[in-house]
T-cell receptor
Framework: GAVVSQHPSRVICKSGTSVKIECRSL??????MFWYRQFPKQSLMLMAT?????????EQGVEKDKFLINHASLTLSTLTVTSAHPEDSSFYIC??????????FGPGTRLTVL | GNSVTQMEGPVTLSEEAFLTINCTYT??????LFWYVQYPGEGLQLLLK?????DKGSNKGFEATYRKETTSFHLEKGSVQVSDSAVYFC?????????????FGQGTILTVHP
């Protein structure tokens, strides 16, 4: 089946620093990738839709300048959390959409901001 | 807007017991419905789906029927195994301007004891 990877799987950073998370579709091309945030014991919340070669579409309430998304190729999208603060600590999950309109999910990245 | 409501967990069962996890939805138009499973330490995996009313999705002994009249998509399995222990998410994908976006329920933790 299709595989989506995320890197890093865990990251701990100091408040005020920026963190970049990569999402890669390993064996298929994805024109659309999605970024989600998952709080403990809660559901996935869609943050933004990332389209290759164009600007990301953010969901209401998600700060564009804080969560920078770049989808530079058909197999890579990145999420950069800028000037991270403790309230940004969360589990971030990406998914990549195949040509058959099915979404494949990455294993997630646990971000802890001290 | 679109929303998905799952029965609250956690659900704890003995091996070979019957499983039902309720899921109801609110959506405009005719959404596609999904069940995803998240095993410990892994990303979400598609378990089954149904794209129109009265369709039954099935996989690995799990089944769910798209009931438009009750706006439900309950997950069932006749005999659970310890290996079924995971978090289960009901989700919908609406059409129109929400194309491609998945809306998730809050997730239900299932624990199966030997």
């Amino acid at each position: 089946g299709a595989v989506v990877s995320q890197h890093p799987s865990r990251v701990i950073c100091k408040s005020g620093t920026s963190v970049k998370i990569e999402c890669r579709s390993l064996d298929f091309q994805a024109t659309t990738m999605f970024w989600y945030r998952q709080f403990p014991k809660q559901s996935l919340m869609l943050m933004a839709t990332s389209n290759e070669g164009s600007k990301a579409t953010y969901e209401q309430g998600v700060e564009k300048d804080k969560f920078l998304i770049n989808h530079a190729s058909l197999t890579l999208s990145t999420l950069t959390v800028t000037s991270a603060h403790p309230e940004d600590s969360s589990f971030y999950i990406c998914s990549a959409e195949s040509r058959l309109d099915e979404q494949f999910f990455g294993p997630g990245t646990r971000l802890t901001v001290l | 807007g679109n929303s998905v409501t799952q029965m609250e967990g956690p659900v704890t069962l003995s091996e070979e017991a019957f499983l039902t996890i309720n899921c109801t939805y609110t959506a405009t138009g005719y959404p596609s419905l999904f069940w995803y499973v998240q095993y410990p330490g892994e990303g979400l995996q598609l378990l089954l789906k149904a794209t129109k009313a009265d369709d039954k999705g099935s996989n690995k002994g799990f089944e769910a029927t798209y009931r438009k009249e009750t706006t439900s998509f309950h997950l069932e399995k006749g005999s659970v195994q310890v290996s079924d222990s995971a978090v289960y998410f009901c989700a919908l994908k609406a059409g129109g301007t929400s194309y491609g976006k998945l809306t998730f329920g809050q997730g239900t933790i299932l624990t199966v004891h030997p």
